[in-house]
């Protein structure tokens, strides 16, 4: 069964930094392509980061120079670190994995909260 758990968001005043984890079980993470999306409040869900190779990151322009997505050699686990976070990062952030080869298959998980407020 295959599961993104996602973990590390949370309540944060502006300025500060957070680094959300994704945890992959049931599939091999190398075989996906790996990004992260955020559904604001009352908004559509939208892409902020996306690791196709290491030297192929794509970012938002609202994050590019604030955000990072990293996925080591090793292991089955993504991240998003997070800077200077604004009140308008609030949103609700899923990880999300598409296969290499076959784009139809598709996985989410299930979101982890981030709200920036002072």
């Known amino acids: 069964q295959v599961q993104l758990v996602e973990s590390g968001g949370g309540l944060v005043q502006p300025g500060e930094s957070l680094k959300l984890s994704c945890a992959a079980s049931?599939?091999?993470?190398?075989?996906?392509?790996v990004a992260w999306y955020r559904e604001p409040p009352g908004n559509q869900r939208e892409l902020v980061a996306e690791?196709?190779?290491?030297?192929?990151?794509n970012y938002a322009d609202s994050v590019k120079g604030r955000f990072t997505i990293s996925k080591p050699l090793a292991g089955n686990t993504v991240y998003l670190e997070m800077n200077h976070l604004q009140p308008e990062d609030t949103a609700v952030y899923f990880c999300?994995?598409?296969?290499?080869?076959?784009?139809?298959?598709?996985?989410w998980g299930r979101g982890t909260q981030v709200t920036v407020s002072t």
């Open positions: 690791y196709i190779t290491y030297d192929e990151r």
């Open positions: 999300n994995v598409e296969h290499r080869d076959l784009a139809a298959i598709i996985y």
């Open positions: 049931g599939i091999v993470l190398s075989e996906y392509i």
